[in-house]
């Protein structure tokens, strides 16, 4: 499955944003999805997961409850909104398919990014102060 990810930009602390990451290729119904993040010279990061069908969700503790990850299978879309954006939120933002779905289960698994078949370019985010 192939991924774009757009949607990024610069913004002010305490916005709102949203990303996009639209796919193509094979059925989005066997492949869940995550949005990571790599902030200025750190490692890349996990920051939340969605289900195959959209009814499970998990997030990174710094990050839950001000952004939602969801899809919309129908237009092939992943999202990631994000709420009450901080500097510390700046990165770039990639989004991330598999098809292991027994990974899916476990936070390891579901944070490691090894899980992940396919990548994004990534989109940048910038939040200032």
């Known amino acids: 499955v192939q991924l774009q990810a757009f949607g990024g930009g610069l913004v002010q602390a305490g916005d709102s944003l949203r990303l996009s990451c639209t796919t193509s290729?094979?059925?989005?119904?066997?492949?869940?999805f995550a949005w990571f993040r790599q902030p200025p010279g750190k490692e890349r990061e996990f920051v939340a997961a969605v289900s195959w069908s959209g009814g499970s969700t998990f997030y990174a503790g710094s990050v839950k409850g001000r952004l939602t990850i969801s899809r919309d299978n129908p237009k092939n879309t992943v999202y990631l909104q994000m709420h009450s954006l901080e500097p510390e939120d700046t990165a770039v933002y990639y989004c991330?398919?598999?098809?292991?779905?027994?990974?899916?289960?476990?936070?390891?698994?579901?944070?490691?990014?090894?899980?992940?078949?396919?990548w994004g370019q990534g989109t940048l985010v910038t939040v200032s102060s």
């Open positions: 991330a398919a598999s098809s292991q779905r027994q990974r899916y289960y476990s936070l390891l698994g579901r944070s490691s990014r090894n899980t992940y078949d396919s």
């Open positions: 290729g094979r059925a989005l119904s066997g492949y869940f």
